[in-house]
């Protein structure tokens, strides 16, 4: 079962934006918290946002708190990421996942961020 599919990355400049997607399916998307995650190489799986069912709250971690937001709709059962001011030490794989504190479900393929100039 494929529960995430996460797209929108690629090769950006330092300062620069990229909107990153997450089609779900074979869950109940509106009554799932969401999360987005980031794992560069050598380095292990961090979570850097979540967002609730209805949307109305959200949390991040510090190194993105103020570049970074997530956001959902219920009715395509799509999270976004919108990243910001990007910097060199943001490149990672990007994954999305289930749950507000931890994953819930199998990973998906996750979508490159490179920044460099």
């Known amino acids: 079962q494929v529960y995430f599919v996460e797209s929108g990355g690629g090769l950006v400049q330092p300062g620069g934006s990229l909107r990153l997607s997450c089609a779900t399916s074979?869950?109940?998307?509106?009554?799932?918290?969401m999360s987005w995650y980031r794992q560069a190489p050598g380095k292990e799986r961090e979570r850097l946002a979540a967002i609730t069912t209805n949307g109305r709250q959200t949390e991040y971690t510090k190194s993105v708190e103020g570049r970074f937001i997530i956001s959902r709709d219920n009715a395509k059962a799509t999270a976004y990421l919108q990243m910001n001011s990007l910097k060199p030490e943001d490149t990672a794989k990007y994954y999305c996942n289930s749950g507000w504190d931890g994953a819930t479900r199998d990973w998906g393929q996750g979508t490159q961020v490179t920044v460099s100039s």
């Open positions: 074979g869950f109940i998307f509106s009554d799932s918290g």
